[in-house]
């Protein structure tokens, strides 16, 4: 079932997104070689109970395996759901930071993979795509149209750049629940899957990679990495579809402030 949400549930999820942004603002600024993965997990946690809200990954799942941490950082070839903890960043890593709160009973989730230190003209590149094709979908996300239409502009941007669009997860609505219907893949045909509708909550988030679109699990039950080992971007936004242009609730302005590892594109920063 999908939920199409009031104008005064989209301010509460507006407030939820923000703060959503403001944690990954305030991670970036400690993303660095030399860093452990679990400090920046503990950040965040600070952060975020500070302002009065929960984190929402942390418990998250199903009772035997719940995600143990807040953030999921995902480091390199692991694409999404990678579990903070004693790893040491190094230089050259990239590093997603996906970050999900509840506050006033609405949830916010996005994503930034951010570069430690430096990294490779080829790596920024997928990056650089990865992240404009989060716009390219968002163009999309508009009263009429449908889910494949998100899709399809997502895959076709990182497709011919010949990068791997992965299938097995996808986007989703958000609103009163972290994820709720409809489901929002990647790759897809114009015209198909779900019609769009004003008031709409999607949480967009192509996941790239250098190579196949294949991923495998870790024996943790939780981290995604590519099946070949090449690396991986994941960026999201939090969105309401809207007649003629999408609002975007989640920002990236507080990382293009406070990080010196950001991604420079004509979208942002
Ligand atoms: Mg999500
Ligand atoms: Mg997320």
Known sequence: MIRLKSESEIDKMRVAARLVSRTLGEVSKYIEPGIETGKLDILAEEFIRKHNARPAFKGYGDRSNPFPATLCISVNDEVVHGIPGSRVLNEGDIVSVDCGIEKDGYFGDHAYTFICGDTTDEIKHLLKTSLESLYKGIEQAVHGNKTGDIGFAVQHHCEKERFGVVRDLVGHGIGRDLHEDPAVPNYGKQGRGHRLRSG????????????SWKIKTDPD????RTYDGSMAAHFEHDVIVREGEAEILSTFDYIAELSKNQIQTQYHG
């Not at 709409?200 to 190579?211: F, N, Q, R, Y």
């Not at 039950?221 to 995604?224: A, F, K, P, S, Y």
């Open 200 to 211: 709409m909550g999607l949480a967009i988030e192509p996941m790239i990679t250098m190579g």
């Open 221 to 224: 039950g939780w981290t995604i």
